[in-house]
């Protein structure tokens, strides 16, 4: 093999998928069962990096007052994970149709939170403008005040006191397990090598960062081989 890739997660697999689509041999060695760990664990929501949108903001404003290269290095980072973010996002919505699908999210501004209801707002709908929601005639973000968002905030038993709005947007929600098997497979009819239940090991070339072969060991049977 050329690779060996120690984890079956989603981003082991995922790996491992894109490695074969380019004719690279490539084994994948789980200790357990494939996308039971982490990725089962995870709160599914397939966000488009809309948690990056206010660092970039930051420290775009603090590059302006400060005149600061370090700060726009920053910025034009956490812009580029957040476009990253939103482009993973509609990938998964477009290769996995019956178990990625998109779903509003909302988010209640109060008096004296952080984030004043003007920046959430312009937030949300800079992030609508770069996924190209209404491009695409999708649902957007929208904003309830006043008597319509205490209703909201009643209806869900959400506190009301000092309650300035509420603004909802999309994002996915996805079986991520689910995904992640359905990239195994894929990666298999690419030439992908999975070996589930295994403890993988390494054979030492004499520096201690190099290595020869990678070792694996089957947890049940305690068959040993070398890769």
Not at 84 to 105: G, M, Q, V
Not at 135 to 161: C, W, Y
Request: aromatic residues 8%; charged residues 30%; glycine residues 8%.
């Amino acid at each position: 093999y050329d690779v060996a890739v120690v984890g079956g997660g989603i981003n082991g697999i995922q790996t491992a998928n894109e490695l074969a689509k380019r004719n690279v041999k490539v084994v994948v060695i789980e200790k357990g069962e494939y996308a039971s760990g982490t990725t089962s664990k995870t709160t599914n929501i397939g966000h488009g990096g809309i948690r990056y949108l206010p660092l970039a903001v930051m420290h775009l404003i603090k590059c302006t007052l400060l005149l600061s290269l370090r700060h726009l290095r920053e910025a034009r980072s956490h812009w580029r994970l957040m476009k990253d973010a939103l482009r993973e996002r509609e990938r998964l919505l477009e290769d996995h149709p019956s178990l990625a699908n998109r779903e509003e999210f909302y988010y209640l501004v109060y008096k004296g939170d952080r984030y004043s209801l003007f920046w959430v707002r312009a937030g949300t709908w800079l992030y609508d403008r770069l996924a190209g929601m209404r491009k695409k005639g999708l649902p957007a973000r929208h904003v309830l005040k006043g008597e319509e968002a205490l209703a909201f905030a009643r209806q869900e038993g959400l506190k009301t006191n000092g309650l300035k709005g509420v603004v909802s947007y999309w994002d996915a929600r996805l079986k991520a397990k689910a995904i992640a098997l359905e990239v195994l497979r894929r990666a298999q009819d690419a030439g992908a090598v999975f070996i589930d239940h295994a403890r993988a090991g390494v054979v030492p070339r004499g520096d201690a960062d190099d290595f020869d072969a990678v070792s694996v060991t089957d947890t049940r049977t305690l068959h040993h081989e070398f890769v």
